[in-house]
């Protein structure tokens, strides 16, 4: 069973640019939720998806966008990036929606910093 | 008021000591109780959840839950410095859309 991978581990850009987080899930699970971490604060809900469809969305403009593959893999997308995006940004997967996050998986994290 | 209110610390205590990190939320619809340890610079990881009121004991870790004052707790006993860790709390509620509203944390060091 192969845990939650997350690419990049670290990222530096530019105010402005874009940048596209990569996430795979754990074998089985069809679930997967992006989370917004910054420093000294616990992780907030940016989406979440299943089965390819996006299934929630937390307080986060629409520059955040997602997509999710068939094999579950799933990318968070960021465009136009403002300072006060700099954070640890986690994936977690689970085996099914609706768990409530008492089955989810996460990854490390990618720390981006924007400049 | 946030929905979910947990002191940053830190907590600095002796290694073998009883350590008790808590959290108080507003919102009475959750009924999912997470306890997550997360490491500096890596993800969290669930410890242990309850489901509605009472206890729950896993090892040296206990997770309460008191639904009236709107209170949960996680002690550790015999606390060890591998436990170092930031702790956070998390809750969802069983029928809307089970996602999870995280506390900010504790950050507990255990010095030999």
């Known amino acids: 069973e192969t845990g939650v991978t997350q690419s990049p581990t670290h990222l530096i850009k530019t105010r402005g640019q874009q940048v596209t987080l990569r996430c795979s899930s754990q074998?089985?699970?069809?679930?997967v939720s992006w989370y917004q971490q910054a420093l000294g604060q616990g992780p907030q809900f940016i989406f979440q998806?299943?089965?390819?469809?996006?299934?929630g969305r937390g307080n986060f403009p629409p520059r955040f966008s997602g997509l999710q593959f068939p094999n579950y893999s799933s990318e968070l997308n960021v465009n136009a990036l403002e300072l006060d995006d700099s954070a640890l940004y986690l994936c977690?997967?689970?085996?099914?929606?609706?768990?409530?996050?008492?089955?989810?998986?996460f990854g490390q994290g990618t720390r981006l910093t924007v400049v | 008021q946030k929905e979910v209110e947990q002191d940053p610390g830190p907590l600095s205590v002796p290694e073998g000591a009883i350590v008790s990190l808590n959290c108080t939320y507003s919102?009475?619809?959750?009924?999912?109780f997470m306890w997550y340890r997360q490491y500096s610079r890596k993800g969290p990881e669930l410890l242990m959840y309850?489901?509605?009121?009472g206890n729950k004991e896993d090892g040296r870790f206990t997770a309460q839950v008191d639904k009236s004052s709107k209170y949960i707790s996680l002690f550790i006993r015999d606390s060890q410095p591998s436990d170092s860790a930031t702790y956070l709390c998390?809750?969802?509620?069983?029928?809307?859309?089970?996602?999870?509203?995280f506390g900010r944390g504790t950050s507990l060091i255990v010095h030999p």
């Open positions: 977690a997967s689970s085996p099914y929606v609706g768990t409530g996050g008492t089955e989810a998986f």
């Open positions: 074998s089985g699970h069809n679930t």
């Open positions: 998806y299943y089965r390819e469809e996006e299934n």
């Open positions: 919102n009475s619809a959750f009924q999912y």
């Open positions: 309850t489901y509605s009121s």
């Open positions: 998390a809750m969802s509620d069983s029928g809307g859309s089970y996602i999870p509203t």
